[in-house]
């Protein structure tokens, strides 16, 4: 079984709230982060994770999506 670790939330980076953006991608509204229940953090398998420059947790799928 894999061990659970506390990694910054993907979806919103650790903020709590996302952005909800009209169609120009301009700023409408805020929402809860659905996936973190906007703590910021989410408990992600210790293996889908990465330490990133700053010594915090976050997921692999960040990692990939900066690598391009
Ligand atoms: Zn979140």
Do not use: H, W, Y
Not at 10 to 16: D, F, H, I, T, Y
Not at 30 to 44: F, H, K, N, T
């Amino acid at each position: 079984m894999s061990k659970l670790i506390n990694a910054i939330c993907p979806r919103c980076e650790g903020n709590g709230f996302i952005r909800v953006t009209d169609l120009l991608g301009e700023d409408i509204d805020q929402a809860d982060c659905p996936q973190c229940d906007s703590q910021g953090e989410v408990e992600l398998p210790i293996e889908l994770t990465f330490v990133n420059s700053d010594g915090g947790r976050e997921s692999i799928i960040k990692q990939e999506e900066k690598n391009g």
